[in-house]
């Protein structure tokens, strides 16, 4: 099929100047989104000396945003459907806008965990809003197309934009005015959404089962639970305990939504094989993004000694990078497959991670040159990869069942960034503690606890020490947090180049899958050479399209 039979055929209606200021709405609440999750990566040193969270704590502050939202995101997702996803954006704002003042003034990390986590439940009510309105405002598959690459460039537009309004206000005030900057935005959004954005809701929207978004909550939690038990103290029955009611909670989970009427979640599109392998690799994209980049800014500031705004700053080139990549990808689409753009992109990032792997304590500007070299070279190749892996996860499911795979897209993006903190996290906190094992001579018992915490804990700690048993401790700490570093991020570089590969080929099927169903144009084909004039038969002249 050509795409100029895809574009004859059955055309679509048109999105208009009404449907793309939409879009510019919801990129808005994207950006915010976003903006609320690296802001608060560069505050975590600030956080760390300010409230003394443990090692745990501090995971948990950094990552139960992420995995609240995963938890709580089918619910709301259900909940859109029956109320609207226009008014249940405009709650969401509401919401976020209120608990990001809880944050900021939080006093203790029990209170700061708590505010993170009512974030991710209103976070919860935007997210599922904006990918749906935009499958619903932009039916064309060439228009939709652009509409996702600005969808995901208003995600890496929140990692440019988050660490340097972040940095700045860093500068100037306490770590709780960076949870501030939500307030403006979601103005925004309140005023201009009802304007400009459609109200859906599904007809044929069934009631919101209870248990089962309980149970969905509780089956994350649970094992999220048990890693960072492992993590923070080593095996124990709590962690096992934690993680074995989390998967059985999960089983239940999914034996009831067999058997619902109407279930949050259509199970039976994962015996869809060309729906499973783009939703593996979009999963494990945001895995291994989100995953290293929790180490990058605290790198930055307490390994280099570089200001927030600094950290913030050098930070641009690689979120400018993504923004590019992301932005080319409908263009290059009528060009190349997208198993072999996601293929490739996911390639070069794998390149990057082994770039990143070569910081280290002791290299100066040459370890902020690799970090940011590195960072760049993923962000140019992850660019494609989020845009077009959604496009074929909705887009390789049966029409019928386009919205089911929507939220299931969502959900296991939210859940793939969260498990990337936790786990690359808990692998970073175990080598960390494991390089302090010994502490050097004079360090006393109680600064050597904050120093096993956390490398903000140990830097906190040495501003009251000696200063050769200072130098002592951070250059053990600064060691011990690279080493952790480095270890996460060669994990993530190995599992890139294993996903990399599987892409060229698991993706051939959703591909061909998404543009059988509509969503995808395939790249056009190449015209046939035509030869000179003098030298050929017109009327054997026969050109392709």
């Keep these: 099929m050509s795409a100029i039979d895809v574009a004859t055929n059955d055309a679509p209606p048109q999105a208009g100047r009404k449907e793309w200021v939409g879009l510019a709405v919801l990129a808005l609440a994207c950006l915010l989104y976003v903006m609320d999750l690296t802001v608060l990566h560069l505050a975590v040193p600030e956080i760390s000396e300010d409230l003394n969270p443990t090692s745990t704590e501090l995971l948990w502050i950094i990552d139960v945003y992420g995995f609240m939202v995963a938890g709580a995101l089918v619910v709301m997702g259900t909940l859109g459907d029956r109320i609207g996803r226009r008014k249940l954006l405009m709650i969401g704002a509401v919401c976020f806008g209120l608990t990001s003042i809880l944050a900021a003034f939080s006093n203790s990390a029990e209170m700061l965990i708590v505010s993170r986590a009512l974030l991710g439940l209103s976070g919860a009510t935007i997210a ?10 932009f039916p064309d598959p060439k228009q939709r197309g652009i509409a996702i ?5 208003a995600f890496s537009a929140g990692s440019v934009v988050g660490p340097v309004v972040g940095g700045t206000m860093l500068e100037f005030f306490w770590w709780g005015s960076v949870f501030l900057l ?3 935005v979601m103005g925004a959004l309140l005023v201009l959404g009802p304007r400009v954005l459609p109200e859906y809701k599904d007809p044929n929207a069934g009631r919101l089962d209870v248990l089962s978004a309980a149970m969905s909550v509780v089956a994350v939690l649970g094992v999220v639970y048990g890693i960072k038990e492992i993590a923070a103290h080593g095996y124990s029955d709590t962690a096992n305990v934690s993680i074995t009611v989390g998967l059985l909670v999960g089983v239940a989970w999914v034996y009831r939504q067999q058997r619902l009427e109407n279930p949050m979640i259509d199970v039976s599109l994962f015996a869809v094989r060309s729906f499973n392998s783009a939703l593996t690799v979009n999963f494990f994209a945001i895995f291994m993004m989100v995953g290293y980049f929790i180490f990058v800014f605290q790198y930055l500031q307490l390994v280099l000694g570089l200001s927030p705004l600094e950290a913030g700053l050098w930070g641009l080139p690689g979120a400018a ?3 590019v990549t992301s932005q080319m990808t409908p263009r290059l689409a009528h060009r190349v497959t997208p198993p072999q753009l996601v293929g490739t992109g996911l390639a070069v990032a794998a390149l990057g991670l082994y770039v990143l792997i070569g910081v280290s304590a002791d290299n100066g500007d040459r370890g902020l040159a690799i970090a940011v070299i590195g960072s760049v070279i993923i962000s140019l190749g992850m660019g494609p990869v989020f845009g077009l892996t959604t496009e074929l996860i909705v887009g390789s499911a049966p029409p019928e069942k386009a919205g089911a795979a929507s939220g299931i897209s969502e959900t296991a993006a939210e859940l793939g960034g969260a498990l990337g903190i936790a786990i690359f996290g808990s692998v970073g906190v175990t080598m960390y503690r494991n390089g302090l094992d010994e502490m050097p001579a004079g360090v006393p018992p109680e600064a050597a606890a904050d120093a096993r915490d956390t490398l903000g804990g140990a830097v906190a700690a040495a501003a009251d020490l000696p200063a050769d048993v200072a130098y002592a401790l951070l250059d ?13 991020t060669a994990i993530a570089a190995v599992l890139a180049t294993f996903v990399a590969g599987f892409a060229f080929f698991g993706l051939k099927p959703a591909a061909q899958a998404a543009v059988e169903h509509g969503h995808l144009v395939p790249p056009a084909e190449p015209e046939e050479t035509v030869p000179d004039v003098a030298d050929r038969d017109l009327s054997q002249t026969k050109v392709n399209v």
């Design 149 to 153: 690459a600005w969808w995901i460039a």
């Design 476 to 488: 053990m700490a600064d060691h011990a947090f690279v080493d952790g570093m480095r270890l996460s």
């Design 321 to 323: 990078g993504f923004v």
């Design 128 to 137: 599922p809003s904006t990918l749906s309105l935009i499958f619903h405002m």
């Design 182 to 184: 939500a307030l403006p």
